[in-house]
C-alpha cells in the first residue's frame, strides 16, 4: 500500500455550468485524520461523493486505496467506511439487527457477523440494549454504533460526512475520542466538517472556499501562517 492512501489532482465536478468542485489536488496519508473543512456549500460533500465512487468526476483524476475512483468504483467501496451527517442506522431495528444487517451488506459471513456483533456490542457497552430500537438509543449511543457499523468490516478507510452536526458539544468531543481510538489502530479517518475547532483534532486539514481548497496544513502551521490564534480565525480571513 502506498504512503498516500488518497491521492486527488485537479478533481472537478460540474453541474452544467455551476462548478461545485472546482480543479482540487491533496493527498492524505495512511492512518492519518484528514479535515476536509468548509462552510455549508462548499463543496466538501460533491467532493466525498466523487471519492467513494457514488459520483463521476467531470475532470481530474484521483484513487483511494490503490484504486481508481472513476474506473474502479466498486473496488473502493469494498475497501471503505462511510457515516453519513444522518447516521446510517434503520430505526425500526433493534441494536442487534442494525450491526448484523450492515454485516450482511458488507458481505460478512455468518461466523464473522455473529463475532463483529459480540465484539461491538462489547466495546460500545451496548449489551443491555442490544434489542432495543435504534429509534429509541440517545443521540449520543446511535453516533458512536453508526460509526461501529461503518467498520463492521474491517475498512482501511473511513469517509465521515459532517458526523457531529446538530450534536451537542460534550457529545461531539465524546465522539472524536472514538474517532481517535480508530486512527489509532491504523484506520485512515476522512472527516468533513464545518465545525471549525473540530479542526484542531485533525493531523491535517484542508479548507474549502466556494468549491476551491483554499489552504491545506496541519492546525499549527495554518495559525501561524495566517497569524490567527484559532482555526475559526483562519476561515474567517480565508472566507473574506
Known amino acids: 500500500m502506498p504512503e498516500n492512501i488518497i491521492q486527488v489532482e485537479g478533481l472537478t465536478k460540474c453541474f452544467g455550468d455551476f462548478t461545485a468542485v472546482d ?3 491533496f493527498t492524505v496519508k495512511k492512518g492519518e485524520i484528514f479535515g476536509f473543512l468548509g462552510a455549508n456549500g462548499a463543496g466538501k460533500t460533491t467532493a466525498m461523493k466523487m471519492l467513494i465512487g457514488l459520483s463521476k468526476p467531470t475532470k481530474g483524476m484521483g484513487s483511494v486505496a490503490g484504486f481508481d475512483i472513476a474506473k474502479n468504483p466498486e473496488k473502493i467501496k469494498k475497501r471503505i467506511g462511510y457515516m453519513s451527517q444522518k447516521f446510517s442506522l434503520y430505526n425500526d431495528l433493534t441494536v442487534k439487527e442494525n450491526i448484523r444487517f450492515y454485516g450482511g451488506i458488507y458481505g460478512l459471513d455468518k461466523k464473522r457477523i455473529r463475532s463483529k456483533t459480540q465484539s461491538i456490542l462489547k466495546e460500545l457497552n451496548l449489551n443491555d440494549v442490544a434489542g432495543t430500537l ?19 468490516h474491517d475498512p482501511e478507510i473511513v469517509f465521515l460526512d459532517e458526523p457531529t452536526g446538530g450534536v451537542d458539544p460534550h457529545v461531539r468531543r465524546q465522539f472524536w475520542e472514538t474517532i481517535y481510538e480508530a486512527a489509532a489502530l491504523g484506520r485512515t479517518i476522512f472527516v468533513t466538517t464545518h465545525y471549525m475547532d473540530e479542526a484542531e483534532y485533525c493531523d491535517r486539514v484542508s479548507i474549502m472556499v466556494s468549491g476551491k481548497i483554499e489552504a491545506l496544513d496541519t492546525p499549527e502551521n495554518l495559525k501561524h501562517q495566517f497569524k490567527a490564534k484559532t482555526m475559526d480565525e483562519v476561515f474567517l480571513k480565508l472566507a473574506r
Do not use: D, E, H, N
Not at 134 to 152: D, I, T, Y
Open 134 to 152: 435504534v429509534a429509541a438509543l440517545p443521540l449520543g449511543w446511535k453516533q458512536r454504533l453508526s460509526f461501529a457499523v461503518s467498520m463492521v
Open 23 to 25: 480543479a482540487i489536488t
